[in-house]
């Protein structure tokens, strides 16, 4: 793992109140909460971009036939009787 490195920033005194309650609420220092934020929504971000990425190197058409060649894979069958959802009951 890379050595830490002492980084400042600035934010509103709102949000750093909100760190530190939630800090305090779950027993951790408030840096490893914002570290473990920061990773968390950080790769969420990289994944999304690489998703971005891989589909806009491709049709729509072309992925419409590969999800429809995936759902013809699926062997049909009956569906059970408690997962059929009654007509007179609405959702």
Do not use: F, G
């Not at 800090?23 to 990773?39: D, G, K, S």
């Not at 049709?59 to 049909?76: G, M, R, T, Y």
């Amino acid at each position: 793992m890379n050595r830490p490195q002492v980084v400042t920033i600035t934010m509103p005194l709102e949000l750093q109140n909100r760190l530190e309650r939630e800090a305090e609420h779950q027993c951790v220092p408030i840096n490893q909460l914002i570290n473990y934020l920061l990773t968390v929504q950080l790769t969420q971000l990289e994944t999304l971009s690489s998703l971005e990425e891989r589909l806009s190197q491709k049709s729509v058409p072309e992925l419409k036939a590969k999800v429809s060649a995936i759902l013809d894979d699926i062997p049909s069958r009956e569906v059970p009787a408690w997962d059929l959802r009654e007509s007179n009951h609405s959702i």
